[in-house]
């Protein structure tokens, strides 16, 4: 099922002042996200990749542009804007309309059961106990824990807790996914595996989601797009439509132009990385 979501920045700048000097993250990123889509983001760390992601998901005001959420699930019809100036006193995180993060890493709470975590954001949404107890336990059986249900995080692998996590935001039934290196902190093996769980997932529900990943092959496996980004200020210096088809087989990346577009996405990264790792 194809959702109906929207995701856009419109010249997007971001500059942090909250050290001695400023430090400009993001200059005029323009990205608009078609409903249903798998966009991945490239780019040297540093890059702005995440403050991009938190910005689109209205975790984090802009310094000039305009973030626009489409979402015509919303009662009202209406869609949310974030733009310039951002108002000092709106603190960031308040805008959130739903969208479901996942992140590298600290994304579930530890004082709360597998079966709480993951219907952590149905409850914030208000939704009933037993409602939301169901569907929770439907995603933790999707994502194969569902014998873990009632364990603490610190019980479970890595690998566990990161599933608890992409439940969690899939449980919320949000149709835009926001993934910041949901897979970054794993082991090669277990990554390999998630990522075909991951794709698996994303295509029985086909959220919109916007990826970011330092792993070109994850990106080029995953995406319909690879949008790479450049050295700070943050910049879009491409583009790149992923032509395989879906549903996409693991397997793929033995495919010769599997391979020579992941040379061509290094090609474009490369001299960045290294002047990134050099000046670190
Ligand atoms: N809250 C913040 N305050 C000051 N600087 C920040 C803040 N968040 C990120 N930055 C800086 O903005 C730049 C982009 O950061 P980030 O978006 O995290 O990059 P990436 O995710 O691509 O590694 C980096 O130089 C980082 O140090
Ligand atoms: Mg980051």
Not at 177 to 190: I, N, R, S
Request: glycine share 10%; net charge negative.
């Amino acid at each position: 099922m194809t959702q109906d979501a929207t995701l856009e920045a419109r010249e997007v700048s971001k500059v942090f002042f909250s050290g001695s000097d400023p430090v400009w993250a993001l200059d005029g990123v323009s990205l608009t996200l078609e409903p249903g889509s798998f966009t991945c983001i490239v780019g040297p760390s540093g890059c702005g990749k995440s403050t991009l992601l938190r910005i689109m998901g209205g975790l984090e005001p802009l310094t000039s542009g305009e973030a626009v959420r489409a979402a015509p699930d919303r009662a009202d019809g209406s869609s949310h804007r974030d733009s310039t100036p951002a108002p000092r006193t709106r603190p960031a995180g308040t805008q959130r309309i739903g969208e479901a993060f996942v992140f590298q890493e600290h994304g579930v709470f530890p004082w709360l059961t597998v079966l709480h975590n993951v219907a952590f954001g149905l409850r914030m949404s208000g939704v009933a106990a037993a409602e939301r107890t169901a569907i929770a336990r439907d995603w933790i059986a999707r994502v194969g824990l569902g014998a873990f249900e009632g364990h603490y995080p610190h019980q479970l692998s890595g690998g566990m807790r990161q599933r608890v996590a992409i439940a969690r935001a899939f449980a919320t039934g949000s149709p835009v996914l926001l993934m910041d290196e949901p897979l970054g902190a794993l082991d090669a093996q277990t990554r390999q595996l998630m990522q075909e769980e991951l794709l698996t997932l994303w295509e029985s529900e086909r959220k919109t989601v916007l990826m970011v990943t330092h792993d070109i092959e994850e990106a080029i496996l995953l995406g319909d797009r690879i949008i790479v980004m450049s050295t700070r200020p943050g910049r879009i210096t491409s583009d790149i439509e992923v032509p395989f088809a879906r549903p996409r087989t693991m397997g793929v990346e033995r495919d010769p132009a599997f391979v020579e577009l992941r040379h061509r996405i290094w090609g474009l990264l490369k001299d960045d990385v290294r002047a990134t790792e050099e000046g670190a």
